[in-house]
C-alpha cells in the first residue's frame, strides 16, 4: 500500500552517489518532488517537505544517510499531528464512537474491522446500526456483525436518534466496554445529512468522532475530511481501502492539511486487516525499514504463548505434525491478508504485491492441504512417517486430488519441517539472515536503503 511512495523514496536516495555534492542533492530533490506528485500528495506539502529535506541535509553535510535521516525526519514532522493514537478508552465505559462518512466510504465495513480489533483487545463490543438511509445498510452490518461474533442493536421502525438512544441503553445494563455507531452517509455533503449528524451526536454524546476516508479519492478525502470537521468535528481519521491506494500519498495530505490524527488504516479486505496509524512506524515503513513493533504486537494477540513453546520444542525436536500445521494455518488466518504481513516485515514491502492474492481461506493450494489433512487419521496427522502408498493411494481418494499431488504436497511438507527443525538450532538466525541475503542483497539491499 506503500509502493510508489517507498520507490520514490529509495529512487530519490540513488541519486546522491558522492558526499557534498550540491547538484547530486538538486538531481534528489527533483526526483522526489515528482514522484511525491504523482503520488497524489498535495503540492503545498510537497514543497514544505522538499524544502525541510533540504535544509537539513545541506547542515547534516550532504550524503545518503544525511538525505535518509532528513527524510525520515520531515515525513514524521508531517505525519504527527496533535491528538490521541490508536484507540482511546474513556474512564467509565462504554467508550463510544460515532462512525462518519459519506456513502461508498468503507464506513460500515471498517466499523466491523474495528470491532474485530476490540474484541481482540477483550473488549466487549456493540454495534449500534444507525444508518438507515442507505437500502441493505442495516443487513450488511447484520451479516458482519455475525461473521466476528459481536452484538448488534438495530431496529428500522425507529428514527436514527431514538435507535441511537435505545442502543446505549441497553449497552449500559449489558456492561459493554465500547459502542460503535454507525451513521448514515450521501453521495456527497448536503444539509440534510449533516442535520441528522448533528442529532445523532447530540443523543450519542460521543467519546470521539472517527471519519472514515475512501484513500482511492485521492485530495477529495481531505477536502471531505476538512469539511466534516468543521461542520461536526471529529477526533480521528480512519483510512479506508489504503491496500488498494498504491500511491498512499493521501495520508500525508490529511495529516498535514486536516490536522487530525490518522487513527487507524485498512490494509485489506478481511476484519483483521485494521492497523494502528502511528507515525514513527508508518514512516519506517514508507522508507522499506518494516514494522517489526506492529507485527509482533499482532503476532502477539493470536499465537498463544505457552501454545508458542511447546510448538519451538516439537520443531526443535522434528516432531512437527499435520495437527500442528492446521492450528498455525488457523492462526496466520486471524492475522489477515499475507499482503499486510510481508509489508511489516524489513525489506519485503517490495513482495507484498506479488501475495495479494494469497488467501489463507480460499488458495487452491491450502484447501488442497486442508483436504488431504482431513482425509488423514487421527494417527496419521500426529505422525506423516507412517504414509506409505497405499495410504497415500486412500488418501488421494479421499481428497479428490492425484497421488502425484498427494506425494508433492507431503515432500513439500517434509521439507518445511526440515527447514523449521534447521532454523530452530543456536545458529538459526544467522542461517535465515545469509538465506535472505542471497535472494535479494539483505533487508536493507531489498529495500534500497543504505545499511
Same mark, same amino acid.
Given at each position: 500500500?506503500?509502493?510508489t511512495l517507498t520507490d520514490s523514496f529509495t529512487s530519490a536516495i540513488k541519486k546522491i552517489r558522492f558526499h557534498d555534492d550540491e547538484k547530486a =542533492? ?12 504523482? &503520488? ?37 514532522d508531517i505525519l504527527e499531528t496533535e491528538g490521541n493514537k490508536g484507540f ?39 454495534? #449500534? ?6 437500502? &441493505? ?30 442502543? !446505549? ?51 477529495? &478525502? ?32 490529511? &495529516? ?21 496509524? =502511528? ?31 511447546? =510448538? ?53 493450494? #491450502? ?27 486412500? !488418501? ?56
Open positions: 500500500m506503500f509502493g =542533492l538538486k538531481k534528489a530533490l527533483l526526483e522526489l518532488k515528482k514522484s511525491l506528485l504523482k &503520488a497524489d500528495v498535495n503540492h503545498k506539502v510537497v514543497k514544505e517537505l522538499i524544502e525541510r529535506v533540504e535544509i537539513d541535509t545541506k547542515e547534516a553535510g550532504i550524503g545518503k544517510d544525511q538525505f535518509l535521516n532528513a527524510m525520515r525526519q520531515s515525513l514524521y482511546v478508552f474513556a474512564p467509565n465505559p462504554p467508550t463510544v464512537i460515532l462512525m462518519t462518512g459519506l456513502q461508498g466510504s468503507g464506513k460500515t465495513t471498517t466499523t466491523g474491522k474495528l470491532a474485530t480489533y476490540l474484541k481482540g483487545k477483550k473488549k466487549k463490543v456493540l454495534i #449500534i446500526a444507525a444508518d438507515l438511509q442507505r437500502l &441493505a445498510a442495516v443487513e450488511q452490518l447484520r451479516q458482519i456483525s455475525e461473521k466476528i461474533e459481536v452484538d448488534l442493536f438495530a431496529d428500522e421502525s425507529l428514527s436514527p436518534v431514538e435507535v441511537v438512544k435505545q442502543g !446505549l441503553a441497553q449497552a449500559k445494563t449489558s456492561l459493554v466496554d465500547v459502542v460503535l455507531i454507525d451513521t448514515a452517509g450521501r453521495l456527497a455533503i448536503d444539509e440534510e445529512l449533516m442535520a441528522e449528524l448533528g442529532e445523532v451526536k447530540k443523543a450519542a454524546n460521543p467519546t470521539e468522532i472517527f471519519y472514515v476516508a475512501d484513500s482511492m479519492t485521492g485530495q477529495d &478525502a481531505v477536502r471531505t475530511a476538512t469539511s466534516f470537521k468543521e461542520q461536526i468535528g471529529i477526533d480521528g481519521v480512519i483510512l479506508s481501502k489504503y491496500d488498494g491506494d498504491s500511491k498512499g500519498g493521501v495520508a500525508l495530505g490529511i &495529516a498535514s492539511q486536516v490536522n487530525v490524527p490518522l487513527r487507524f488504516i485498512g490494509a485489506g479486505e478481511k476484519m483483521e486487516d485494521l492497523e494502528v496509524f =502511528l507515525p514513527e512506524r508508518i514512516v519506517n515503513r514508507l522508507m522499506g525499514l518494516g514494522d517489526i513493533e506492529g507485527l509482533a504486537e499482532k503476532t502477539a494477540g493470536i499465537i498463544d504463548e505457552k501454545q508458542a513453546k511447546k =510448538l519451538t520444542q516439537k520443531i526443535k525436536k522434528g516432531k512437527f505434525n499435520f495437527n500442528d500445521f492446521l492450528e498455525q494455518m488457523e492462526s496466520m488466518k486471524k492475522m489477515g491478508s499475507m499482503k499486510s504481513i510481508m509489508g511489516m516485515i524489513p525489506g519485503m514491502g517490495n513482495m507484498s504485491k506479488a501475495l495479494e492474492n494469497v488467501d489463507f481461506d480460499n488458495s487452491k493450494e #491450502i484447501n488442497q492441504i486442508k483436504a488431504l489433512v482431513g482425509s488423514m487419521t487421527k494417527k496419521e496427522r500426529e505422525d506423516p512417517d507412517l504414509l506409505n502408498n497405499s495410504r497415500k493411494k486412500r !488418501l488421494a481418494l479421499g481428497c479428490g486430488i492425484s497421488q502425484v499431488e498427494v506425494n508433492r504436497i507431503l515432500k513439500q511438507f517434509k521439507n518445511a519441517s526440515k527447514m523449521a527443525k534447521k532454523f530452530s538450532g543456536k545458529k538459526g538466525m544467522q542461517d535465515l539472515q545469509n538465506m535472505m541475503s542471497q535472494m535479494g542483497g539483505g533487508a536493507g539491499g531489498m529495500a534500497g536503503i543504505p545499511r
